[in-house]
């Protein structure tokens, strides 16, 4: 089998984001969570649950995101 980009899902306390997602995606998503699942021993009760460590590592595996965050001048880093 494959190994999952995701590993098992740490609890942590969440910001509340309310979101819509395609039909497709959340049936991708909820076939992702089963998967993980069984790769990893863990259940996930809620697929939800998965968004933000997918986006968590989206973002830790984008350099062009990486690279514009370390600049001073990006706009990323202001404050305003």
Do not use: N, W
Not at 29 to 56: C, D, N, S, W
């Amino acid at each position: 089998m494959a190994k999952l980009k995701l590993g098992p899902i740490a609890d942590d306390r969440p910001v509340k984001l309310t979101i819509e997602l395609p039909a497709a995606v959340h049936r991708d998503l909820v076939a992702y969570a089963e998967v993980l699942g069984r790769e990893t021993g863990q259940p996930v009760g809620e697929p939800a649950k998965l968004i933000a460590p997918m986006v968590e590592r989206f973002m830790g595996t984008d350099r062009a995101f990486a690279k514009a965050r370390r600049k001073p001048e990006s706009p990323l880093d202001s404050k305003g």
